[in-house]
């Protein structure tokens, strides 16, 4: 039984470190470059990209935070009026993610930051793309790799709730 669960575990960590290494970015409902907002602007991350309670998940401002800018910002501009709409309209921005943690990882957002790992780490050179595409191995090796490095726990039950 062991065998087949640790075969089953290698085998969905395949198939997820190939779904991370998708090389385009996927398309998304409005144009946003990271290298104006975070790189020339100088944005931090936590500003668009807030990490509530507990803790696990960094989120997406809705699209009323942007308008506090885009008001009077490129107002005219087609892109920022659909924007707006939203705004107006209290709907989210269906943005499409780049990257997704798998259920069967726990994974913690928070506990990385205060340990002193970066956005950067893990999502790449934001701050120098207009396009996010997945850059980085998050892959299970390479999270193994990074925790190697780091001097953190490669323990199956760091990361995975381990069967009964």
Excluded at 4 to 15: I, K, S, T, V
Excluded at 54 to 65: D, F, K, L, R, Y
Excluded at 90 to 114: K, T
């Amino acid at each position: 039984m062991k065998a087949r669960g640790a075969a089953a575990l290698a085998g969905a960590a395949l198939l997820w470190a190939a779904l991370l290494h998708a090389d385009d970015a996927p398309p998304q409902p409005l144009p946003f470059s990271h290298k104006t907002h975070a790189g020339t602007m100088k944005l931090a991350c936590k500003m668009c990209h807030p990490n509530p309670d507990p803790g696990e998940t960094e989120t997406i401002v809705g699209a009323a935070v942007c308008m506090t800018c885009h008001s009077a910002i490129k107002a005219d501009s087609p892109d920022i009026k659909r924007l707006a709409a939203y705004a107006r309209e209290g709907r989210p921005v269906p943005w499409v993610r780049v990257y997704q943690i798998p259920s069967w990882v726990d994974f913690s957002h928070r506990a990385h930051l205060e340990k002193g790992n970066t956005c950067q780490d893990c999502h790449g050179p934001v701050a120098e793309r207009d396009q996010l595409a997945r850059e980085t191995d998050l892959s299970m090796g390479g999270c193994m790799n990074c925790h190697k490095a780091r001097k953190a726990s490669v323990g199956c039950g760091f990361c995975h709730e381990e069967p009964h």
